[in-house]
């Protein structure tokens, strides 16, 4: 959304087609490598558009672009990339332009880790309803399988005065769907002049008045604390939702992954949750297939997350990726069985998701409806991401409704009375 800001800024509109563009930019991600491979893939899928309409121009950033081995591979293999910059090389978009556009040179920039924190950057969004709200950048955390500290580098927290002004914004414009970004929201904060934790900036945002909701993304569950879990309890806009990566449900494996809990530690925090708030509800982000990870590691990991019940999960096969610790570790498991394991838990966690929204067929709730469907339909989420359905009303979109829930389909969207 930066990136098309930034471009709308300076003239650029958005083309329907590539066959259309003028300039094509890739955002890219590096957490896993099959992510990358499908970008190699799609950039290659370029080059016979390229040789009809040499003026195009390709240009590839995000987080690949923050690895010199895949600059350099861009230089050598992909010779009608005309541009790579890095995630913190955004604001530089056009001058990057005007030197490609004065010199005719391929601009290929080495990642830099310059880190310092840009505000008031244009920004183009792609809803009207739900928007993404960064608060820090970077992770110090080195998970031994994760790449994100180091194409992302540091934690550096942006001042909660300039996240405060976005977010009075945000809520004056009409958005309803507000999610604060980081890669680990709990450790916010640190490193500021200004004495503020997490729960205190939630406590900030929270009084501001308006119809709205509040989410966050991602907590690290070792930073997740008590006072969080009060705030939450206490506020009036914060989804009564939390997306806890546990990762895994083995002790042993978690302590490999550096990930610095136990699973004894995750539930103990749950417990208290759901004490304060007992319609609290949960999701997580699970590895499967770890350097190491036994059949008995597996086995624990379901059985802990069939009695956690979830909402939902993120079920990742493990992926190597280069530089991290966890590629050296002993141990490997076997593609095959990391596929059967994937699996196993993809049908565990439709079983719940499916379980999970049964159990709110009775229930109210709230939801805000955001597109419409066809049959004179429309669709909506609730706090905890269960889908709604709900007859046509127009005036009903983009905004929050307290819903009582009739039946659930067989796709588990559950039917919706609209009740105020
Ligand atoms: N900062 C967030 C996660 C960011 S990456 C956190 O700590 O929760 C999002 C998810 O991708 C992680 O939760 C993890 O489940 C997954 N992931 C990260 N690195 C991975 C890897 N090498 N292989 C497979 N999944 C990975
Ligand atoms: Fe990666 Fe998240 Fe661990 Fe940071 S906390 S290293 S982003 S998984």
Same mark, same amino acid.
């Given at each position: 959304?930066?990136?098309?800001?930034?471009?709308?800024?300076?003239?650029?509109?958005?083309?329907?087609?590539?066959?259309?563009?003028?300039?094509?930019?890739?955002?890219?991600?590096?957490?896993?490598?099959?992510?990358?491979?499908?970008?190699?893939?799609?950039?290659?899928?370029?080059?016979?558009?390229?040789?009809?309409?040499?003026?195009?121009?390709?240009?590839?950033?995000?987080?690949?672009?923050?690895?010199?081995?895949?600059?350099?591979?861009?230089?050598?293999?992909?010779?009608?990339?005309?541009?790579?910059?890095?995630?913190?090389?955004?604001?530089?978009?056009?001058? *990057?332009?005007?030197?490609?556009?004065?010199?005719?040179?391929?601009?290929? %920039?080495?990642? =830099?880790?310059?880190?310092?924190?840009?505000?008031?950057?244009?920004?183009?969004?792609?809803?009207?309803?739900?928007?993404?709200?960064?608060?820090?950048?970077?992770?110090?955390?080195?998970?031994?399988?994760?790449?994100?500290?180091?194409?992302?580098?540091?934690?550096?927290?942006?001042?909660?005065?300039?996240?405060?002004?976005?977010?009075?914004?945000?809520? =004056?414009?009409?958005?309803?769907?507000?999610?604060?970004?980081?890669?680990?929201?709990?450790?916010?904060?640190?490193?500021?002049?200004? @004495?503020?934790?997490?729960?205190?900036?939630?406590?900030?945002?929270?009084?501001?008045?308006?119809?709205?909701? *509040?989410?966050?993304?991602?907590?690290?569950?070792?930073? $997740?604390?008590?006072?969080?879990?009060?705030?939450? =309890?206490?506020? $009036?806009?914060?989804?009564?939702?939390?997306?806890?990566?546990?990762?895994? /449900?083995?002790?042993? *494996?978690?302590?490999?992954?550096?990930?610095?809990?136990?699973?004894? @530690?995750?539930?103990?925090?749950?417990?208290? $949750?759901?004490?304060?708030?007992?319609?609290?509800?949960?999701?997580?982000?699970?590895?499967?297939?770890?350097?190491?990870?036994?059949?008995? @590691?597996?086995?624990?990991?379901?059985?802990?997350?069939?009695?956690?019940?979830?909402?939902?999960?993120? *079920?990742?096969?493990?992926?190597? %990726?280069?530089?991290?610790? $966890?590629?050296?570790?002993?141990?490997?498991?076997?593609?095959?069985?990391?596929?059967?394991?994937?699996?196993?838990?993809?049908?565990?966690? /439709?079983?719940?998701?499916?379980?999970?929204?049964?159990?709110?067929? /009775?229930?109210?709730?709230?939801?805000?409806?955001?597109?419409?469907?066809?049959?004179?339909?429309?669709?909506?989420?609730?706090?905890?991401?269960?889908?709604?359905?709900?007859?046509?009303?127009?005036?009903?979109?983009?905004?929050?409704?307290?819903?009582?829930?009739?039946?659930?389909?067989?796709?588990?969207?559950?039917? /919706?009375?609209?009740? @105020?």
């Amino acid at each position: 959304e930066k990136i098309k800001g930034v471009l709308t800024d300076i003239g650029f509109g958005l083309a329907a087609r590539p066959e259309d563009a003028d300039l094509i930019v890739f955002n890219t991600c590096a957490v896993r490598e099959h992510a990358e491979q499908r970008v190699f893939g799609n950039v290659g899928a370029l080059k016979g558009l390229k040789e009809a309409n040499p003026k195009l121009l390709i240009a590839v950033s995000g987080c690949m672009a923050q690895q010199k081995e895949i600059v350099e591979k861009f230089k050598k293999h992909y010779p009608f990339v005309d541009i790579v910059f890095g995630v913190n090389g955004i604001d530089t978009l056009p001058d *990057i332009l005007c030197e490609k556009l004065a010199t005719r040179k391929r601009v290929l %920039r080495m990642p =830099a880790e310059r880190g310092e924190i840009i505000e008031d950057m244009p920004i183009r969004r792609d809803s009207t309803f739900r928007a993404w709200l960064p608060i820090m950048y970077g992770c110090d955390n080195f998970c031994s399988y994760c790449i994100v500290p180091y194409v992302r580098g540091r934690e550096r927290s942006r001042a909660s005065a300039d996240i405060l002004r976005e977010f009075r914004q945000l809520v =004056a414009e009409g958005y309803k769907d507000i999610t604060l970004l980081g890669q680990n929201v709990n450790s916010y904060g640190k490193g500021l002049p200004e @004495d503020i934790t997490f729960a205190a900036l939630l406590r900030m945002l929270d009084a501001v008045p308006g119809d709205y909701r *509040i989410r966050f993304m991602t907590s690290h569950p070792k930073d $997740a604390t008590r006072e969080l879990i009060d705030t939450i =309890a206490n506020s $009036a806009h914060i989804s009564r939702h939390l997306h806890l990566p546990v990762q895994s /449900g083995s002790n042993s *494996i978690l302590a490999q992954m550096n990930r610095k809990y136990t699973v004894e @530690d995750y539930l103990s925090l749950i417990a208290y $949750a759901k004490r304060r708030m007992p319609e609290m509800t949960y999701s997580s982000d699970i590895i499967v297939g770890f350097p190491g990870e036994t059949e008995e @590691d597996f086995r624990t990991t379901y059985d802990f997350l069939e009695g956690l019940k979830p909402a939902f999960l993120h *079920i990742f096969p493990f992926s190597e %990726r280069p530089g991290t610790p $966890a590629v050296d570790m002993p141990g490997k498991v076997q593609p095959s069985v990391a596929t059967r394991r994937v699996a196993e838990l993809e049908e565990l966690c /439709g079983r719940l998701h499916g379980a999970f929204c049964a159990k709110a067929v /009775g229930s109210e709730d709230t939801v805000l409806f955001e597109s419409t469907l066809r049959g004179g339909m429309m669709f909506g989420y609730t706090g905890s991401y269960c889908r709604v359905k709900a007859p046509y009303d127009r005036t009903r979109i983009n905004a929050i409704c307290r819903v009582r829930f009739g039946a659930m389909d067989e796709s588990h969207d559950l039917m /919706g009375d609209i009740l @105020d």
